[in-house]
């Protein structure tokens, strides 16, 4: 029979490198590879029953919030700059990249089935669905997600992408944090910890391939896209900011957590390439610790208990990405 194609279809060769990042990303988004039931969140029982109800409450609910991205970058955010993109290795990083994000999303029920009751896992699914800001944040990140049909959409879900990873994650990263780094809740403070390892990967790749797309466009677009990139931060940061104070209400620290939200919104612009916004002040010291790569893989290990060990982890560092 005969048969036209419509174009040539190309397979995945790794035995040559399309560019000189893509590859390392690949090995070290496999390195980190994790599963939630690997940690025994019930070691947290104990300690979640001695908190209060304002401490569980919040607990919950910034759990709850970071169900809702993950959720999002998973099923859409990945998706919509995997259709865009040609080149197969960065496809397939991309991919992996968004297993995880179905993998980090999974990993919240797990230790939302260890300490609460069903009835409790239906109330906080409930509350995802009615609490405006968290609606509100979802919609603003699907508009460009949905929205991605050309170069400089792409563009835009590319930073998209990065400020929630780098920045907008970062609320619901806090109380944990804080938590573990008083030694409490440190099992499911130790998946955070891995997520969190992953996203500052992710905002690294995604924040490269958007500074190489940025590279081709002309002054004027340029202009025109930084505009708009400006103008997505802002949005974006005016609803974390109503979030924030919403669920820290009564905890004392949210204006510890708007500040932490800035510093980590100056490393998301730093990703793509442009100077912080903000001028911070210290960041919650706890906190700090438990985003500190040498104290973080020191505690990582030391908390273990039946231990997560897997592969080889090494921290990536700035020199293995020149490009
Ligand atoms: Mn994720
Ligand atoms: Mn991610």
Redesign the pocket.
């Known amino acids: 029979m005969t048969f036209s194609l419509n174009k040539i279809h190309k397979a995945v060769n790794w035995n040559k490198e399309d560019d000189s990042f893509t590859q390392a990303f690949w090995e070290q988004n496999v390195k980190q590879f994790w599963l939630p039931e690997e940690i025994s969140v019930s070691k947290d029982l104990k300690i979640w029953n001695e908190l209060n109800e304002t401490e569980r409450g919040l607990y919950k609910k910034v759990l709850a919030g970071l169900t809702l991205l993950?959720t999002k970058?998973g099923n859409n955010g990945i998706p919509s700059m995997m259709s865009l993109t040609d080149n197969l290795q960065r496809k397939a990083v991309l991919s992996f990249?968004g297993t995880?994000?179905e993998i980090?999303a999974k990993s919240y029920s797990s230790i939302f089935t260890t300490l609460l009751s069903n009835r409790e896992i239906d109330e906080l699914f409930e509350w995802i669905e009615s609490e405006e800001t968290l609606q509100r944040k979802a919609e603003l990140i699907l508009e460009q997600y949905e929205n991605t049909t050309d170069e400089k959409s792409l563009y835009l879900s590319m930073v998209t992408s990065v400020f929630l990873?780098s920045f907008l994650f970062y609320s619901g990263f806090f109380y944990p944090l804080f938590l573990s780094g008083q030694g409490k809740m440190v099992a499911s403070g130790e998946i955070i910890s891995l997520i969190l390892r992953?996203?500052s990967l992710?905002?690294k790749y995604i924040g490269l391939l958007a500074q190489e797309k940025f590279e081709k466009f002309n002054d004027e677009e340029r202009k025109e896209l930084k505009n708009k990139m400006y103008e997505i931060f802002k949005n974006l940061m005016e609803n974390e900011i109503e979030y924030t104070k919403l669920i820290y209400n009564g905890s004392g620290l949210e204006e510890e957590v708007i500040n932490f939200l800035q510093y980590n919104a100056n490393r998301a612009l730093e990703n793509l390439g442009f100077e912080g916004y903000y001028e911070v002040k210290p960041v919650n010291s706890i906190v700090l610790n438990g985003l500190s790569t040498e104290t973080k893989t020191h505690d990582f290990f030391s908390t273990k208990g039946n231990g997560y060990q897997k592969g080889v982890y090494e921290e990536l560092q700035d020199e293995d990405f020149i490009i």
């Open positions: 993950d970058q990249m995880m994000e980090h990873e992953d996203e992710h905002g």
